[in-house]
Each structure stands twice: as structure tokens, then as C-alpha cells.
């Protein structure tokens, strides 16, 4: 904590920083780190997160735990399906431009229950309606892929919305082509409790 940019790591750096700390979250040998009184203290007036995470709000996926970080170290955005809408990119937008996070993390998981209702042709009523067309599309775009259906298109989930991040303009797109942002899609195991990069 208490970085100044030019000191920031990168974003490769970071994940590998958030890699090691799922291997211990795997392996069950946490460290807990910035869980104390001086690391609450220490971000109360302003924070200096190493990454931002999207992911979905699903109870089973605590960013925070998987990564094995703590008070301070993710900006965590977190929406059932882990899609974008202008409150999601917006939080984004403001982690990369004004907390200067070098990496943003899009990550899915198995067993989404979001992906599921849609791939089983649920009818989702409400707002949450809206959950539905990014995950109809990547559904349309993984349908004849071999593998599990929702594994399949949580990744694909994943991926699209990735991709749609890292061109969001004007603020997103111009950080990635400076040089200054990476945004990268992962997924989430429940099982095994492994979080595994994705190829866009």
C-alpha cells in the first residue's frame, strides 16, 4: 500500500501476484494478508487496488478468498453472469482511470446459475431479463462446441465480455492501446478451486 504509480506493478506482475495466491487457496495455505487493524487503517483515506475484478455475484465466488488478498487489494465489481451495463463499465472506468489498476479480470465460473436459467430457456422475469442477451449470444456461439454446455459458454461469457471491456470507449480502449491496462478473461473452478486464464 501507500504506492505511487511510477511504483505500481504491472499487470503481468499482478497476475501473477493473484496466481500465487490462488495456488494457496487451493492448497489450503492462506496468508490472510492486509486483514489486520494497520491495513484497514492504512487504505482509510484513499485505496491503491493491484486489480480490478469482475465477476459474478454468485455467493460461492469471493474474489477477495480465491486470490488470497484482503483489505484494499481487488476493486470488485460483481453482477450475476459477470455481463456489463453502463453501471458495471462505469465502475470500470473508474478503478482504471482514477485508481490506476493495470489489470482488469473478467472471471466466470462453473456451475453459474445465471447461465444455466438462460441455457434452459428459463423464464426470467423482471430486471432480470436483461441478464439474457450476452449469455443468449455466447450460447449461440459456443452451441456446437464438444464439452459441458455451461462450461462452454461461461468461458465464452468471460471472453465476450473481455473483449467488449477492452474496446469500451473512450476511457477503457485508450488506456489498453497506451499501454497502461490489460484486460484479460479467466475462469473460476468450484470444485478444484482453481482460477485458469483464458485465451480471448
Known sequence: MGQ??????TAVEVMETL???NKRFVSGNLIHPNHCEESRQSVMKMQEPIATV???ADSRVPP?????Q?????FVVRVAGNIIGDHTLGSIEYAVAHLHTPLVIVMGHSSCGAITAVANGANLAGHMATLAPPIQIAIKNIKDAEGDLIENASKEV????ANNI??????????VADGKVQVIAAYYDLQSGIVSILPK
Open 158 to 161: 468471460a471472453c465476450q465480455i
Open 4 to 9: 505511487t504509480n511510477q511504483q505500481r506493478p
Open 64 to 68: 477477495v478468498d480465491i486470490f488470497d
Open 54 to 56: 469482475l465477476t459474478c
Open 19 to 21: 496466481l500465487a495466491g
Open 70 to 74: 484482503g483489505i484494499g487489494d481487488l
Open 166 to 175: 477492452e474496446k469500451s470507449e473512450p476511457i477503457i480502449a485508450d488506456y
